[in-house]
């Protein structure tokens, strides 16, 4: 046997670049290894989004949809793309983790001269891309069921206001994933993520504004940036949604609420995500010491 | 020079909260979250707080270039040693310095100077597509080109006898080719420093001759690359160590070349050929015996030796005195090698099996 290259201390910025493209490679690999559970997956997307449109269609009239400029399909089709988008946010890092622990990659992850976080990060990356095929099946049912979008440039400031979206939202991702080793949550109830699904589902504007809720679980939906996120998108994508005030805090600051809205957006996520960069570090670090990082030592 | 590997009073402690199974493992982080804010023992849960020393105290001075080996039985502490110097665990307590480079403070700098042979079942490979494809990608991580990582694969299952295997998954290969594939997952790249964890459980008696001599002659001799191996074979310590530590309950209870450990004991061995030892004599030779340690190879009839360690001071001929009282007919004996299980039989008064 030749001598083999010298090991590295850290990669340079290429190297980590062809570290996240072989990763995306290996996801891409093995998706195609289950092409059939593939398929079912695309296929469930399409009848949540099928259904989702024919409820839009039944509750045409009624007095709630006034306050969304009266296109339910279109309200409804961009708060399941953008949940879609803000789920992968919140549960990829944890899987990422999770799958690499359950397959003994970890440990031979954290003697390699690329950061976790890049691969974790990296893995997010293909989820985000999976999620682009997922939104375009939303978008195709949507526009069969009449959904009605704003086109030109708003489209790329919709795509600014999508990565910022994602990004205020991997912090609560990063936040579910050091669970994983500080609680020892590695079953499948791992209760960040359990609890910030259920509130994004709930009290963020995903289904129907917010005003509906009850006043305590519209503060809650005040405090999580996807609420600000949804608001965001449907002003910038949605031409029959409502200029005025539709969240509880546009009232409060003499600003447009599309200004609140990005404001909001950029302190959650200035706020979260760090919390969940820490978190995951320190998660990491507790593994080190409690030997955590494999299943058995 | 520095040595490549210096541990100073390096320990490990584990203390873990060990939930029994009254809960589903989906369940059990709200155990957890309780027993950490009230700080007791959540019993009603089902959840004990507990504490382990893996390893206490470990001073080890690895020179350059030597082929050093941790001989110990399981639960010795030699895979917590070899992952604290590998940077996946911190140590509780005591320092550790790899070619100079702190283990704690200066991990990237560890990291790049080490590669690791861990066990098979540890791959982390993709069971559902090619050992080929498995091991670019770990090349690539690992920040080789692919042109590079591609050259370096086909070199490393040729080393180790798979590169005819290369385009079948992981998932096919017996225990024995995977322990073969986690050798040569870590050659992918060359440190100065080689920790190798148990690289031959598994194997077969070939194959096993096989990884060692690669580990010994390729990696050590030819390359000069420093070795730190952890066995629970002894033939497999004496054969390829320059240095053995004899670890036990996280200790080393004994450090120096296999001849010197070997030579260090007060203990002798003799080899009694004999026929007709009926079963319950040599229960009944054991236990009135229980300070020597008996290894036979008797067949139904009785025929066949018995091993004796010896390990007080007394005369040989009380040995064979004793097996004859006890029904066996000895036909021979002779004064037998001291092993380096004996050694540790010596010090411990265990077996290393056990």
């Known amino acids: ?297 | 020079m520095k040595p490549a590997i210096l541990t100073r009073g390096l320990r490990k402690e584990f203390r873990y909260l060990n939930p029994s199974s009254n809960r589903s493992t989906s369940d059990q982080w709200l155990d957890y979250i309780i027993s950490f804010v009230t700080g007791k023992n959540v019993s009603g849960l089902g959840v004990e707080r507990r504490h382990a020393i893996a390893v206490d105290s470990l001073d080890l001075e690895v020179e350059r270039g030597e082929f050093f080996g941790l001989l110990g039985p399981n639960g010795a502490g030699k895979t917590t040693s070899i992952k604290m110097l590998a940077t996946i665990l911190t140590p509780s307590a005591g320092e550790a310095t790899i070619d100079g480079y702190d283990i704690v403070r200066d991990c990237e700098a560890v990291r790049a100077t080490i590669n690791v042979v861990q066990s098979g079942a540890w791959l982390g490979f993709d069971h559902n597509v090619s050992i080929r494809w498995n091991l670019g990608v770990w090349g690539r991580i690992y920040g080789l080109s692919r042109r590079e990582a591609a050259r370096r694969t086909d070199e490393v299952l040729e080393a180790v006898g798979l590169l005819d295997r290369a385009e079948e998954t992981s998932g096919v290969l017996s225990s024995g080719q995977r322990q073969r594939l986690a050798l040569a997952k870590g050659f992918l790249t060359q440190a100065p420093i080689l920790l190798c964890d148990e690289p031959t459980v598994g194997l077969d008696p070939n194959a096993a001759h096989a990884a060692r001599t690669l580990l010994k002659d390729e990696v050590n001799r030819k390359r000069g690359q420093t070795v730190l191996l952890t066995t629970h074979y002894m033939q497999e310590a004496d054969q390829l160590c320059d240095r053995v530590a004899i670890m036990d309950r996280g200790l080393i209870i004994a450090c120096d070349s296999p001849d010197r450990l070997k030579g260090s004991v007060s203990a002798c061995v003799l080899v009694l050929d004999v026929t007709g030892f009926p079963a319950d004599g040599l229960s009944a030779f054991k236990k009135a015996h229980s300070s020597w340690h008996v290894v036979e190879r008797l067949n139904q009839e009785g025929d066949g030796s018995i091993r004796v360690l010896i390990t007080g001071t007394e005369p040989e001929a009380s040995v064979v005195n004793a097996a004859t009282s006890s029904g066996a007919y000895v036909t021979t004996w002779n004064r037998g090698e001291i092993t380096l299980e004996d050694v540790f039989i010596a010090l411990t008064g265990r077996r290393l099996a056990s």
């Not at chain 1, 939906?221 to 546009?250: A, E, F, I, K, N």
Request: hydrophobic residues 45%; aromatic residues 10%; contains cysteine.
């Open chain 1, 1 to 297: 046997m030749m001598p083999g290259p010298v090991n590295k201390t850290r990669l340079t910025p290429r190297e980590t670049m062809g570290v996240v493209m072989v990763l995306l490679e290996r996801n891409l690999k093995l998706m195609t290894r289950f092409s059939v559970s593939t398929l079912m997956f695309y296929m469930g997307v399409l009848s949540e989004a099928a259904i989702s449109a024919f409820l839009g269609k039944t509750l045409i009239g009624g007095a709630n949809i006034a306050q969304i400029g009266g296109d339910y399909v279109s309200y409804v089709i961009i708060g399941l793309a953008y949940s879609q988008l803000m789920q992968t946010s919140i549960s990829a890092p944890l899987q990422s983790l999770s799958g690499a622990y359950w397959s003994s990659r970890l440990e031979p992850l954290l003697r390699a001269p690329v950061s976790i976080r890049t691969v974790v990060l990296a893995d997010c990356l293909w989820y985000y891309l999976n999620d682009l095929v997922t939104i375009g099946v939303y978008v195709l049912v949507g526009s069969l069921f009449g959904m009605k979008l704003s086109g030109g440039p708003v489209l790329f400031a919709g795509l600014g206001a999508l990565i910022l979206g994602c990004v205020s939202v991997l912090g609560f991702g990063f936040l579910s994933a050091s669970m994983f080793n500080l609680i020892n949550a590695k079953g499948h109830s791992e209760p960040v993520e359990w609890l910030v699904k259920t509130l994004q589902r709930l009290v963020c504007g995903v289904y129907f504004p917010i005003t509906v809720l009850p006043g305590w679980l519209r503060g809650l939906g005040s405090l999580m940036p996807q609420t600000y996120v949804l608001d965001c998108v449907r002003r910038l994508l949605m031409p029959s949604y409502p200029r005025g005030h539709t969240l509880p805090v546009h009232g409060t600051l003499p600003m447009s609420p599309q200004v609140i809205n990005v404001f909001a957006i950029v302190s959650l996520t200035a706020l979260i995500l760090p919390l969940g960069f820490w978190a995951f570090k320190k998660g990491l670090d507790k593994a080190r010491n409690d030997g955590g990082l494999s299943r058995w030592n």
